[in-house]
């Protein structure tokens, strides 16, 4: 034990007088420190997690690989060693108080950087700071252990040099050290998972955003481990006292041996995509961190209130402040300024009625349609078009709790998505004739994932338990019995009630699917959150209205798919025209519908749509009664159904209502505040409100005026994330 003491206090006085090791240790990453912290903007919060990663890692590359590394060849041909070797002693202790040096001079720099970060640019203390200097630890131990077998089979320092550089460089610019990863191809990325530092950046990335433990970098942090002990082993064995002791160009093979761990594991992270999708989810939580203000613009709170000039501040994808007036100087705030006067801040639009699964039209050849891939897209086209969160109703619900899982960790960029499915009707129901002219085998399987059909109220009562035991977000029922050209059989009113009844118990939100004024009345009756439709072809009576306004029941008109529909028989395809639309929406799928709809193999559906009785006036009517008679409102537009392409739905939902009679303000109000109440998200989404989600659309012009304004998007940020829309669609 004397000799370890004395070798690590000989090492650290030889160390310390050493110019190389004081400027890779202390200020190389310093100056890093400093030209990044100012470069970056450290003081707006995100930054600075990625610039202590940077920092740190660059500095453990450098204690590692130059300070082991490099410093034990110069040891070696300065003669050092060999009058080590005379005292006599093994190689252990030597190669221990390496390490021991090493960590040694480095650590207090590391807690250097973290007070600096803290006092010079506001970032609060991890909450992770153990597993944070354990990890530190592991991978100052790990790189010296790497450095040090370099040493051992290296000749010269013109040599270890020439190594240092060819473990160094890749690892220092394909880790994420000094470029984001961010910017990197997929195949690219598959790559750097086959370096150390990967994992070293992305551990210390994940403590201090995600405040992760050791538990969640379990891995990593043991393939480090076992680096430094194969590194160290075989620097035992290999180790030279002399420089006129030379070892065979073989002997470098060994280095090989040393990355093992980590050739396994990105050969597994290759395979897997674990790694890949880890690394898209950190750089999303980081990309939300950043800190900025919006100002001078108007402000359209959600709940009725309207500033008519002020500024938000977003920091950490929560908004932090809401300033009447001029507002404080930005400087103060530490936050990156966005000016827009003549602009209008809104919520983020929802919409609480589409089908994420069908694509709103057809394409040439529908066998080349995904409708994985399509879904994915469709979110991002949301979220282009400045509506946060959707309600898929009526959908597959394996795919959608896929998809909503992807989208809430940021392993995606899309719209948030609620699910409410499948759909409870009876054999011969609506909803039923989607899958009748598919093969039968195909048919039951599309069934039973779209479908329930209970027999008796027992089983529909344990249905909707399994809905919620998967993680379903509400319950959707049809009562249709349908009209013209389409009949359908009705759910039977005591297989309905037992589904209402088993969703109020175990709190998930009805949404009813009606058709006339009878099915409005037994959904009122059951209580259900939201009447999903209203009624195109009815009259609904003023007295259901007046009892949904005294339970609190929303109406959900869907204008859209009711114009759609008539257009899509009469052949008018002006839908697929909206600038929005083109924007948006696949080229293959607005070609492909617009041919659709003019070609004889449709032209049966089309007649058969023509007759199904759809009255816009009557739709109209029902919504401004409602209106008149205090419903809460809520904005859906039944997209993926023909001509209704996912995206821009809502703005072209709430000028039909501003056609209809109902005032702009109060159509927002319904597209924002009153949806998220609907889907029980009001606590952290629609409304412009302090402690939010920073989910917030910027439009030019006025929508209280004129409501179009709502397509004319300057910026749409989403949970703190400033979008980059022109990119959106290049992850699919």
Known sequence: MKAYQALVAIDLKLALRNRSVIFFNYLFPLLFF??????????????????????????????????????AVQEREANILRRYKVTPITPAPVLVASII??????????????????????????????????????????MRA??????????????????????????????????????????????????????????????????????????????????????????????????????????????????????????????????????????????????FLIRGARIFVGDGKVIENGSVLVRGGKIAEIYEGAGPDPKTLKAETVEAAGKTILPGLIDVHVHL???????????????????????????????????????????????????????????????????????????????????????????????????????????????KKRGIDCIKAILEAGGGSQIFNRLDTALFDAVAQEAHTISLPLAVHTGDARDVSDAVKARADSIEHGSFRERI????????????????????????????????????????????????????????????????????????????????????RAYALKVPLVTGSDAGNFLVIHGPTVQHELQLWVQAGIPPAAALQAATLNAARLLRADNHTGAVRVGNDADLLVVDGNPLEDISATERISMVVFKGERIDRSELFEQH
């Not at 991890?126 to 630890?137: D, I, K």
């Not at 909803?431 to 089983?459: H, Q, V």
């Not at 749509?609 to 816009?616: F, K, S, V």
Request: net charge negative; proline share 5%.
């Open 541 to 624: 009576p003023d007295e259901l209205f007046e009892q949904m306004a005294k339970q609190g029941t929303f109406y959900d008109p869907t204008l859209s798919v009711g114009e759609a529909f008539k257009d899509f028989a009469a052949g008018n395809d002006d839908l697929l025209k909206r600038s929005l639309v083109q924007q948006v929406g696949p080229a293959e799928l607005l070609q492909g519908t617009e041919e659709a709809m003019h070609s004889p193999e449709t032209e049966a559906m089309r007649k058969s749509l023509g007759q199904y009785p759809i009255d816009m006036t009557i739709a109209e009517d029902n919504l401004k």
């Open 146 to 291: 790497i450095g040090l077998i370099l040493a051992s089979v290296v000749n010269s320092m013109q040599e270890s040099q020439l190594l240092v550089q060819l473990i160094y460089l890749p690892m220092l610019f394909l880790s994420g050290a000094t470029f984001p990863t961010s910017i990197f191809p997929q195949w690219l990325l598959e790559i750097t998972y086959f370096l150390p530092a990967t994992y070293m950046v992305q551990g210390i990335e994940g403590m201090l955003k995600q405040n992760q433990g050791m538990a969640q970098n379990v891995e990593p942090a043991l393939a480090l481990i076992l680096t430094a002990a194969v590194g160290l082993f075989i620097s035992y064995k290999l180790f030279r006292w002399e420089k006129e002791e030379k070892i065979k160009n073989s002997a470098k093979l060994w280095l090989a041996a040393v990355m093992t761990p980590f050739v396994v594991m990105g050969a597994w992270q290759m395979h897997t995509q674990s790694g890949v999708e880890r690394t898209k989810i950190l750089n999303r939580q980081l990309a939300r961190g950043d800190t």
């Open 34 to 71: 400093f030209i990044f912290g100012q470069a970056m903007h450290g003081e707006r919060g995100a930054a600075m997690t990625i610039i202590i990663a940077m920092v740190l890692i660059i500095g453990i590359l450098g204690n590692g690989l130059m300070g082991a590394g490099i410093r």
């Open 357 to 467: 699964g069908a694509p709103g039209g057809f394409y040439s050849d529908m066998s080349k349609y995904d409708a994985d891939k399509g879904m994915q897209r469709a979110l991002a086209a949301y979220l282009y078009s400045g509506v946060t969160t959707i309600r898929s109703v009526g959908d597959n619900p394996e795919k959608l709790l896929k998809i909503r899982s992807q989208v809430t960790s940021g392993e995606i960029l899309g719209a948030e998505l609620q699910t409410c499915g499948p759909m409870f009707t009876t054999p011969g129901g609506h909803g039923t004739e989607y899958f009748k002219d598919l093969p039968p085998n195909i048919r039951a399987r599309a069934e039973a994932e779209n479908l329930r059909l209970p027999a008796t109220s027992e089983e529909a009562r344990q249905q909707v338990d399994g809905l």
């Open 101 to 142: 040096t090493g960590w040694i001079l480095y650590m207090p720099n590391v807690l250097l950087i973290f007070l600096l970060a803290h006092s010079l640019y506001g970032m609060p203390w991890p909450r992770s700071m153990g597993a944070v200097l354990v990890f530190v630890t592991i991978s100052i131990v790990a």
